[in-house]
């Protein structure tokens, strides 16, 4: 399977249950999926069918009207400092840009000669072909042994075949919007000025996470990054309440897999000890 890059964000670990997507997610597309859900209504069951058919207009609309409630001249309206919405329209903007980028290269098909009806339709079946081995990559369910290696919870339920790719994916996006943001905190505790929130928001590339950036460039010290990242992990919650809000566990099920999970951590740990 492929080796997905190191990714910072949580369940019981801090941004360290990035680990359970070390093999699932490459940043980039973490990036596109958080994008859609800052844009587009949380309450929807998120799906990449939903990313891969959005389309110019229906992006422009969504960002407008995020920016319309984000902008930090209504401040004074929407009862919220106007600090906290400059935080707020930048992240709308970054994301907006992040998936005009997404659709723009999407819309770009590879056909040497248009005209030629025999070269589309192959080019179409061929589309075709890919978006169903897409498909069956997001609702694939684990076929294998449990991996002689320590399992956080997610990466347990994934393996033991009770998940599917795919559900793994959408509770990893719904975690991290659910904890605080990281410009947020760093203002809040001092370290940044609302300023230098939206600076850094403004200056660092959608592949960069804000603390990387703020550590790179003198912003924050390695302490002050380490402890922002703590606070994020206590705040947010744990990554097994999703399963048990979609119903796929109850919590005494998931009582249960927290368990096995341990005895399973315990076993490898064992036998890492005897080698």
């Not at 009862?79 to 659709?103: H, I, N, P, T």
């Not at 300023?195 to 200056?203: M, P």
């Not at 960069?208 to 992990?233: E, K, V």
Request: aromatic share 14%; net charge positive.
């Amino acid at each position: 399977m492929i080796e997905w890059l190191y990714l910072f964000f949580s369940d019981e670990g801090i941004f360290l249950y990035w680990d359970a997507i070390n093999m699932f997610l490459n940043q980039s597309k973490l990036d596109i999926l958080s994008a859609y859900s800052i844009l587009f209504d949380s309450s929807i069951d998120f799906s990449t069918t939903y990313l891969n058919a959005l389309q110019p207009d229906e992006l422009k609309t969504a960002f407008r009207k995020k920016a319309l409630a984000t902008h930090p001249d209504r401040s004074t309206t929407l009862g919220l400092a106007e600090s906290e919405l400059q935080v707020r329209f930048q992240e709308v903007s970054k994301a907006y840009e992040v998936l005009k980028f997404y659709v723009t290269k999407k819309k770009e098909k590879p056909l040497a000669n248009p005209v030629n009806r025999a070269g589309v339709r192959k080019a179409e079946n061929f589309a075709r072909k890919k978006n169903c081995e897409r498909k069956w990559k997001e609702d694939h369910f684990f076929q294998g042994k449990l991996p002689d290696r320590r399992l956080k919870i997610g990466q347990f339920l994934y393996y033991s075949k009770i998940i599917s790719w795919q559900t793994l994916i959408d509770a990893i996006v719904w975690q991290k919007k659910q904890r605080p943001l990281f410009g947020q905190i760093a203002k809040d505790w001092g370290y940044l000025t609302s300023e230098d929130v939206v600076r850094i928001i403004s200056q660092k590339s959608y592949q960069d996470r804000f603390g990387d950036y703020a550590l790179r460039n003198g912003y924050l010290t390695s302490f002050q990054q380490m402890a922002i990242a703590g606070r994020q992990r206590i705040c947010q919650p744990l990554i097994g309440s999703h399963f048990i809000r979609k119903g796929i566990v109850t919590e005494f099920q998931l009582k249960t897999l927290s368990e096995q999970v341990q005895s399973h951590n315990m076993k490898y740990w064992n036998l890492r000890d005897q080698r």
